[in-house]
Nanobody
Framework: QVQLVESGGGLVQAGGSLRLSCVVSGRTFDSLGLGWFRQAPGKERAFLAG????????HYTDSVKGRFTISRDNAVNTVYLEMNNLKPDDTAVYYCASVTALSDLVGIGVRSYTNWGQGTQVTVSS
């Protein structure tokens, strides 16, 4: 059973930065594709960024390109989301997700992932 635990959320002013972390256990980390999603109140869970099992490929949704960076450290079983120039519209619960990867492609939708963390709240004040 794969377990994912996010941390690093909090309250930040617009223009500020946060770094989210997600520690993964229960499966060989370098066999997993990983992604970050968010869900704002009243909205569906939305893909933000994904990274393939080797870390050599990434994909971002347009709204976060140039502001967010996904990375992984296979030595400590952790995936990160570096978020810069945060905006009030970025306020949401942020989730990391994993899938046992059958290829080196990056998953880019909710249905591409099978395991989820409990989420961490990010609030951006104006």
């Amino acid at each position: 059973q794969v377990q994912l635990v996010e941390s690093g959320g909090g309250l930040v002013q617009a223009g500020g930065s946060l770094r989210l972390s997600c520690v993964v256990s229960g499966r060989t980390f370098d066999s997993l594709g990983l992604g970050w999603f968010r869900q704002a109140p009243g909205k569906e869970r939305a893909f933000l960024a994904g990274i393939n099992r080797s870390g050599g490929r990434t994909h971002y949704t347009d709204s976060v390109k140039g502001r967010f960076t996904i990375s992984r450290d296979n030595a400590v079983n952790t995936v990160y989301l570096e978020m810069n120039n945060l905006k009030p519209d970025d306020t949401a619960v942020y989730y990391c997700a994993s899938v046992t990867a059958l290829s080196d492609l990056v998953g880019i939708g909710v249905r591409s992932y099978t395991n989820w963390g409990q989420g961490t709240q990010v609030t951006v004040s104006s």
